[in-house]
């Protein structure tokens, strides 16, 4: 069976409501678009991290919507000012999905959401330097993001477990909310997460650094599976 055949065949039979997401956080332009072209058949969205898109630009999402039009392509642009045309730019790029972050302001928030409806495009609000992330999640949920993403930074990631506690508590609190969670998800501990049944499931550095992508991803995606709700 082959690679875009068997990653069919899990999705198929996988949890239909999660989805894998890929962080490619590389800053080397030709590394980034080696791996989105190694694993873009076997994955449900590639985010172009916030590294890449500030070396490379909007060319890198330009170029993955080129090679890929049917692709999912996540822009991690963390916007925190400029909502509308930020939102704009990397819609106009190609971008499916833009980020914001969770502590912007609410007419910041207002403005991407807004950008979004125009073209059927989708926002992920970033709860990454949040500290009331359950009372601020409440707040923007109100404001009509699309996902609300529990995120742990990746310099404190050696000090912090992963932010499956945060999840389970956001998800009690607005169960109907849309969430994905990210930060040191890795094959050790992905059955937790999965467990959690979040929307998404955001993996980085486990994927990116591994000999054999592919083989990685399958890995994850068969533990999603198995012990996604």
């Not at 590394?31 to 072209?37: D, N």
């Not at 172009?48 to 692709?71: D, Q, R, V």
């Not at 959690?196 to 999603?224: F, L």
Request: proline share 2%.
């Amino acid at each position: 069976m082959g690679v875009s055949a068997y990653a069919h065949l899990i999705l198929i039979n996988g949890n239909k409501y999660m989805k894998l997401q890929v962080a490619i956080d590389y800053t080397d332009l030709l590394q980034a678009k080696r791996t989105i072209l190694e694993i873009a058949e076997v994955v449900d969205i590639i985010e172009i991290g916030t590294p890449l898109l500030l070396s490379a630009g909007k060319e890198i999402i330009c170029w993955s919507k080129k090679h890929f039009p049917n692709l999912c392509v996540l822009a991690d642009a963390k916007i925190v000012d400029g909502g509308e045309a930020e939102a704009a730019m990397l819609f106009d790029s190609g971008a499916d999905i833009v980020t914001v972050i969770a502590d912007a302001n609410d007419s910041t928030i207002r403005k991407v959401v807004s950008e979004c409806k125009k073209n059927g495009n989708k926002c992920m609000a970033d709860l990454i330097i949040t500290r009331d992330s359950i009372k601020r999640a409440e707040e923007i949920n109100k404001l009509g993001v699309d996902y609300l993403c529990v995120h742990t930074a990746f310099d404190i990631q050696a000090d912090v477990a992963t932010p499956f506690e945060e999840l389970l508590q956001i998800k009690k609190s607005l169960p109907k909310a849309s969430t994905a969670i990210a930060g040191g998800i890795n094959l050790q501990n992905i059955q937790y997460v999965a467990a959690a049944n979040p929307d998404i499931i955001i993996v980085g550095g486990c994927i990116c650094n591994s000999s054999d992508k592919v083989s990685t991803i399958m890995q994850i995606k068969e533990a999603m599976r198995r012990y996604g709700g």
